[in-house]
T-cell receptor, first 114, second 109 residues
Framework: NAGVTQTPKFRVLKTGQSMTLLCAQD?????MYWYRQDPGMGLRLIHY???????AKGEVPDGYNVSRLKKQNFLLGLESAAPSQTSVYFC?????????????FGQGTRLTVV | EDKVVQSPLSLVVHEGDTVTLNCSYE??????LLWYKQEKKAPTFLFMLTSSGIEKKSGRLSSILDKKELFSILNITATQTGDSAVYLC?????????FGAGTTVTVRA
């Protein structure tokens, strides 16, 4: 049982390049989340999804887009990377919001924008 | 806007000490409060609290929630060097899971 898998684990981008981070979960969870983690700032919510075909903005959505075309996958896109997007990105999934269940995390993607 | 505030932001203790971490919150449609431990990689789940006054325990760790005063505490007794980590508090409403900045705990031998 793989749980939550993030691809890639590391990436270096040049300013202005684009990329997509993939999050895949095999637990049939409805809810999925993308966070970024910067030193001293905990996990800040970028975007989230409460089911296939739905997405919503979190607290720091600017510069990112997401898609949830399949229930098991949640994609995070950077259209034109900036040095301020250098961070560690975590994806998480949860069965749903109403059943009070824990969220499971992927191992993270370390992104550096130069 | 939802808020989760953890204190202190960091602390250093010696093995055997007891640690108390605080988490206060403001969130609409509160559902649950969760504690996670993070050691360099992905956060790992510790506790979920939904009701006031009911203590959750796991070994040397325990946690309690006060829904009237909107806070939770996480206690670690008889600390060990393996307890060194960032402890994250998160609050859930119907949809979102919002985290605090975390408390970095360093346990010295």
């Amino acid at each position: 049982n793989a749980g939550v898998t993030q691809t890639p684990k590391f990436r270096v981008l040049k300013t202005g390049q684009s990329m997509t981070l993939l999050c895949a979960q095999d637990m049939n969870h409805e809810y999925m989340y993308w966070y970024r983690q910067d030193p001293g700032m905990g996990l800040r919510l970028i975007h989230y999804s409460v089911g296939e075909g739905t997405t919503a903005k979190g607290e720091v959505p600017d510069g990112y887009n997401v898609s949830r075309l399949k229930k098991q996958n949640f994609l995070l896109g950077l259209e034109s990377a900036a040095p301020s997007q250098t961070s560690v990105y975590f994806c998480a999934s949860r069965r749903d919001g109403g059943s009070n269940t824990e969220a499971f995390f992927g191992q993270g993607t370390r992104l550096t924008v130069v | 806007e939802d808020k989760v505030v953890q204190s202190p932001l960091s602390l250093v203790v010696h093995e055997g000490d007891t640690v108390t971490l605080n988490c206060s919150y403001e969130v609409t449609n509160f559902r649950s409060l969760l504690w996670y431990k993070q050691e360099k990689k992905a956060p790992t789940f510790l506790f979920m609290l939904t009701s006031s006054g009911i203590e959750k325990k796991s070994g040397r760790l325990s946690s309690i929630l006060d829904k009237k005063e909107l806070f939770s505490i996480l206690n670690i007794t008889a600390t060990q060097t393996g307890d060194s980590a960032v402890y994250l508090c998160a609050v859930s409403n119907d949809y979102k899971l919002s985290f605090g900045a975390g408390t970095t705990v360093t346990v010295r031998a």
